[in-house]
């Protein structure tokens, strides 16, 4: 049998090695536009700064070693053209010496990945407004850099590319705006989660714009960006991060059904509407683990395990993609911020019942050296519990944490399972209560009645509370959310008679731990207009930022 694979890369190059190693007497022939069949394109950003020192270290496979290791014969400078379906013939063309021959195949695997979106910018055709998606494109920019001097930049889009470049760029030492039309980066965050970000972006040298776009780029000696604001910025180097869009074209062509988010549309053997011809990669549309919903997740992740099911069920294996659940992370100078499953934007556009909580633990054990704290974000399912989602940012500790509960939502756990999680704990690594457990002690206690929990956002929606603080004097001295009174939680009890029993009392400390504490107090006291600020302060903080 004869396996013909559309693109390299994540996709292509994996399902390539899991066919060889699942049937030795396949034919696999590799189609690739470009001059590289395997590369770490994730890595772009960070040989731009020099981090990563060695080009060659991203070039994670050449043809000359796919024939060797895996008798897979690569194709570079070969664009497949058209993909007969009736005849199972592919029309392909060299690049290099133009010819244009036919290629049969049996089974066919599209990888063709995704392109970076450009939109139409008056100037954009100018040298220094360049993209960053493939090894070409890093070679071009980091040429331009070192050629043309530059000292000033304009990163356009505050996605995790549009930070991440951002970031790399202040590291070689050049001053970089990042414009971003909406009023946060980084959507998979909700706001009050991306102004850590933001904070994190401003405090390593990056100048924000928010809430603006870039109108046109002016070539006049030196470059100019004028935002639709009326900002002007220097620029030596434009760099579009706005995005990616699905290469579809090919699929289109031959009449594969495409899905309504605009990726190939697959089943859970990563299937297309032609039984011979499967799917994997950027340019495919997937369905959400946790919402059940069509959706593009262009993640090198997910990208190598449907290339490996594709590679699987050619072979005669039965296996399944059960769906995306967007878990992604960022190195943002010092911060390290990841996200998993559903944020509050999409829990509200599903029209899902489900609670949000904030909490602030240390990423260790607080009296061991270097312990630091983060701040994390969890989403469950109200009355049932299960876990929808969760956001962590800080300094250490964030992958771990943020894994487990991808790890939770995939099994399909609750809060209560997070509580009960036996997780590592020594005290240079952990705690014997993990941030994890935190999350589900918290989340339980919400659902078992033990206390009500709001957001700053619903707070501030309700009619007429009071906003009582608990913290010590000096903390509360240092700043507190205006017209809240302050009773400390050691003083509470003998003070209890000055509180009113007819307003809402919205109890707060620094992270929501002594708060707790407070309303348990309160509660037991015959006070029922009571709830607990999640997150308490900092989280405030963190709303108000903006």
Same mark, same amino acid.
């Given at each position: 049998?004869?396996?013909?694979?559309?693109?390299?890369?994540?996709?292509?190059?994996?399902?390539?090695?899991?066919?060889?190693?699942?049937?030795?007497?396949?034919? !696999?022939?590799?189609?690739?536009?470009?001059?590289?069949?395997?590369?770490?394109?994730?890595?772009?950003?960070?040989?731009?700064?020099?981090?990563?020192?060695?080009?060659?270290?991203?070039?994670?496979?050449?043809?000359?070693?796919?024939?060797?290791?895996?008798?897979?014969?690569?194709?570079?400078?070969?664009?497949?053209?058209?993909?007969?379906?009736?005849?199972?013939?592919?029309?392909?063309?060299?690049?290099?010496?133009?010819?244009?021959?036919?290629? %049969?195949?049996?089974?066919?695997?599209?990888?063709?990945?995704?392109?970076?979106?450009?939109?139409?910018?008056?100037?954009?055709?100018?040298?220094?407004?360049?993209?960053?998606?493939?090894?070409?494109?890093?070679?071009?920019?980091?040429?331009?850099?070192?050629?043309?001097?530059?000292?000033?930049?304009?990163?356009?889009?505050?996605?995790?590319?549009?930070?991440?470049?951002?970031?790399?760029?202040?590291?070689?030492? !050049?001053?970089?705006?990042?414009?971003?039309?909406?009023?946060?980066?980084?959507?998979?965050?909700?706001?009050?989660?991306?102004?850590?970000?933001?904070?994190?972006?401003?405090?390593?040298?990056?100048?924000?714009?928010?809430?603006? %776009?870039?109108?046109?780029?002016?070539?006049?000696?030196?470059?100019?960006?004028?935002?639709?604001?009326?900002?002007?910025?220097?620029?030596?180097?434009?760099?579009?991060?706005?995005?990616?869009?699905?290469?579809?074209?090919?699929?289109?062509?031959?009449?594969?059904?495409?899905? =309504?988010?605009?990726?190939?549309?697959?089943?859970?053997?990563?299937?297309?509407?032609?039984?011979?011809?499967?799917?994997?990669?950027?340019?495919?549309?997937?369905?959400?683990?946790?919402?059940?919903?069509?959706?593009? =997740?262009?993640?090198?992740?997910?990208?190598?395990?449907?290339?490996?099911?594709?590679?699987?069920?050619?072979?005669?294996?039965?296996?399944?993609?059960?769906?995306?659940?967007?878990?992604?992370?960022?190195?943002?100078?010092?911060?390290?911020?990841?996200?998993?499953?559903?944020?509050?934007?999409?829990?509200?556009?599903?029209?899902?019942?489900?609670?949000?909580? @904030?909490?602030?633990?240390?990423?260790?054990?607080?009296?061991?050296?270097?312990?630091?704290?983060?701040?994390?974000?969890?989403?469950?399912?109200?009355?049932?519990?299960?876990?929808?989602?969760?956001?962590?940012?800080?300094?250490?500790?964030?992958?771990?944490?943020?894994?487990?509960?991808?790890?939770?939502? @995939?099994?399909?756990?609750? =809060?209560?399972?997070?509580?009960?999680?036996?997780?590592?704990?020594?005290?240079?690594?952990?705690?014997?209560?993990?941030?994890?457990?935190?999350?589900?002690?918290?989340? %339980?206690?919400?659902?078992?009645?033990?206390?009500?929990?709001?957001?700053?956002?619903?707070?501030?929606?309700?009619?007429?509370?009071?906003?009582?603080?608990?913290?010590?004097?000096?903390?509360?001295?240092?700043?507190? !959310?205006?017209?809240?009174?302050?009773?400390?939680?050691?003083?509470?009890?003998?003070?209890?008679?000055?509180?009113?029993?007819?307003?809402?009392?919205?109890?707060?400390?620094?992270?929501?731990?002594?708060?707790?504490?407070?309303?348990?107090?309160?509660?037991?006291?015959?006070?029922?207009?009571?709830?607990?600020? %999640?997150?308490?302060?900092?989280?405030?903080?963190?709303?108000?930022?903006?």
């Amino acid at each position: 049998m004869k396996v013909c694979i559309i693109g390299g890369v994540a996709g292509g190059a994996t399902a390539a090695a899991r066919l060889r190693r699942l049937d030795e007497r396949l034919e !696999i022939i590799v189609f690739e536009r470009g001059d590289y069949i395997s590369f770490a394109n994730c890595g772009l950003p960070y040989h731009v700064s020099g981090r990563i020192r060695e080009r060659d270290s991203l070039l994670l496979q050449t043809p000359e070693g796919f024939w060797s290791r895996f008798r897979v014969e690569v194709r570079l400078g070969n664009e497949v053209l058209d993909i007969d379906t009736r005849h199972k013939r592919l029309q392909v063309r060299n690049l290099k010496t133009g010819e244009e021959y036919a290629e %049969s195949y049996d089974t066919l695997i599209l990888s063709p990945g995704a392109y970076p979106f450009v939109p139409p910018i008056e100037g954009s055709g100018a040298a220094m407004f360049m993209t960053l998606r493939d090894i070409p494109d890093m070679d071009a920019m980091i040429a331009r850099i070192e050629n043309q001097s530059v000292t000033e930049a304009v990163v356009i889009g505050g996605g995790f590319i549009g930070v991440e470049i951002a970031e790399n760029l202040i590291a070689r030492g !050049i001053k970089t705006h990042l414009v971003e039309m909406l009023g946060q980066v980084m959507m998979p965050f909700d706001p009050e989660m991306a102004s850590i970000i933001e904070a994190g972006l401003t405090g390593g040298g990056v100048c924000l714009h928010l809430s603006d %776009s870039v109108k046109r780029i002016v070539v006049d000696g030196r470059g100019k960006v004028i935002l639709d604001s009326g900002t002007e910025l220097t620029a030596d180097l434009v760099v579009s991060a706005i995005g990616v869009r699905p290469d579809v074209e090919l699929a289109r062509k031959a009449g594969l059904r495409i899905g =309504v988010t605009g990726g190939i549309a697959v089943d859970a053997g990563m299937r297309t509407s032609d039984p011979c011809i499967f799917a994997a990669g950027d340019a495919v549309e997937t369905t959400h683990l946790v919402t059940g919903t069509p959706v593009l =997740v262009p993640l090198a992740g997910p990208a190598n395990k449907q290339a490996r099911i594709a590679a699987d069920n050619i072979c005669g294996l039965s296996s399944s993609y059960q769906g995306p659940l967007g878990t992604a992370i960022v190195k943002v100078f010092d911060l390290h911020a990841a996200v998993t499953g559903l944020n509050e934007k999409t829990a509200k556009r599903h029209n899902l019942a489900y609670q949000a909580i @904030h909490l602030h633990p240390l990423s260790h054990a607080g009296y061991y050296p270097g312990a630091a704290q983060m701040s994390l974000k969890l989403l469950f399912e109200v009355p049932g519990g299960r876990v929808l989602g969760a956001q962590c940012i800080g300094t250490v500790g964030v992958d771990k944490r943020i894994d487990v509960i991808a790890s939770a939502i @995939h099994a399909g756990m609750t =809060v209560y399972d997070l509580e009960r999680l036996d997780l590592a704990y020594a005290p240079p690594f952990g705690s014997a209560k993990d941030p994890v457990n935190m999350a589900g002690f918290v989340g %339980s206690n919400i659902l078992r009645g033990l206390v009500a929990s709001v957001t700053y956002d619903q707070a501030e929606a309700m009619e007429n509370p009071l906003f009582l603080d608990v913290r010590k004097n000096e903390e509360f001295e240092e700043g507190c !959310i205006p017209e809240s009174i302050h009773i400390p939680l050691d003083e509470l009890r003998e003070r209890i008679h000055e509180l009113p029993k007819d307003r809402h009392l919205i109890v707060t400390c620094r992270t929501g731990i002594r708060s707790y504490a407070a309303v348990r107090i309160l509660k037991q006291s015959g006070f029922e207009l009571l709830s607990n600020l %999640s997150g308490g302060y900092i989280t405030y903080g963190h709303y108000t930022a903006k």
